[in-house]
């Protein structure tokens, strides 16, 4: 496997290329910024990248979003994130990536060799492999951040049949409820929506349903 490894981090970064070179891989670059990062899979177009998150300048996510771009500017770009912390913003947009490719491990984590690169091989493979840990705090974050979490069994049983294209009297009928109940519900997914009373309701249907099919 030919490698990028990214950590800014000097005895990490060449912690990883020796373990790396003593598997058979081949560090084709090993960078400790997020451009350099970038710069360089766009160069070499390694088999696999290991990133990790906080790096130069504000060691925040700058590694992840840098990651996010490569993936953008080579598209499916292989990167496993190895990392001591879970940043759910970009972390979010990889493991929604229906290309695979893309791992996210804990450094304090890792207590097999063998498995990391194993992980590792998956990656470069065109699979996903993500910590539990990591799996956990991003469905907290789904479920804390889905708008219809506040929405009544009821209502999400309407808009469930707005989003199959039924009318009000159609969805009245399905739920043996007046038109009346109807429009009440719907009223009350708009608001709890966040959808505005001046737009055209048609409007505010479609973006109803958008956000039912989106959670």
Known sequence: MRVVVADDAVLIREGLVRLLEEFGCEVVAA??????????????????????????????????RAAVETREKVPGAPVLILSQYVEVSYADDLLAD??????????DRVVDVEE???????????????????????MVRRRRDDP????????REVLGLMAE????????RQLVVTEG????HITG??????????????HRRVLAVLAYLRS
Not at 148 to 155: F, I, K, Q, V
Not at 165 to 171: D, Y
Not at 189 to 202: N, P, R, T, V
């Open 31 to 64: 960078v400790g910024t997020g451009d350099e990062l970038v710069r360089a899979v766009v160069a070499l177009r390694p088999d696999v990248s290991v990133v990790d998150v906080r790096m130069p300048p504000t060691f925040t996510d700058e590694g992840l």
């Open 98 to 107: 229906a290309r695979g490719a893309v791992g996210y491990l804990l450094k």
């Open 116 to 138: 990391f690169m194993d992980g590792l091989r998956r990656v470069a493979g065109g699979g996903t492999v993500f910590d539990p840990q990591v799996v956990a705090q991003l």
């Open 148 to 155: 219809l979490t506040s929405l009544t069994p009821r209502e």
């Open 165 to 172: 294209g039924r009318s009000n009297p159609a969805i009245s």
């Open 181 to 184: 109940a109807v429009e009440k």
């Open 189 to 202: 997914i708009f608001q709890k929506l966040g959808l505005h009373a001046q737009d055209a309701d048609q």
